[in-house]
């Protein structure tokens, strides 16, 4: 279901123009407009789940439909040597687009700690 009020669900409607690199019935990947890495992709539920805090046993579906879209994502970006996947969860976490959201990053070696 949409959010009329969300950034996210205006991208996967199309509203708001993006870099698309995946889209299946369940969830859409694009570039992010400020890459940390060579590559940056989000990679979001179609439906509107507001963060990690919000996964329910009714909507964990697509967030492993998410994970297998990043598995095919890193695949079809050359990430054969890995990536990290972040999620930020509300105001503490530093989330700040309220639709679940997973960074994939990538294309250079990271450093080695989380935050
Ligand atoms: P977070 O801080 O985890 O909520 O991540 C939100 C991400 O969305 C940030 O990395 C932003 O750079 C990215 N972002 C914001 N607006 C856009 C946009 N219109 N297109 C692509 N990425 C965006
Ligand atoms: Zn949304």
Redesign the pocket.
């Known amino acids: 279901m949409r959010d009329e009020n969300c950034?996210f669900c205006k991208?996967i409607a199309g509203d708001?123009p993006?870099?698309k690199v995946y889209e299946d019935e369940d969830v859409f990947a694009?570039?992010?407009?400020?890459p940390?890495a060579p590559v940056?992709v989000?990679v979001v539920p179609k439906e509107h789940v507001c963060c990690a805090a919000c996964v329910t046993e009714e909507n964990s579906r697509v967030v492993a439909k998410c994970f297998e879209a990043i598995a095919k994502i890193g695949k079809a970006e050359g990430l054969e040597s890995g990536y990290r996947v972040?999620?930020?969860c509300g105001e503490d976490?530093?989330?700040?687009?309220?639709h679940l959201?997973f960074?994939l990053i990538g294309g250079r070696k990271l450093g080695e700690k989380i935050i």
């Open positions: 950034l991208i708001i993006s870099a694009f570039r992010d407009i400020n940390q940056h989000l972040i999620n930020n976490g530093g989330q700040s687009v309220m959201h960074h």
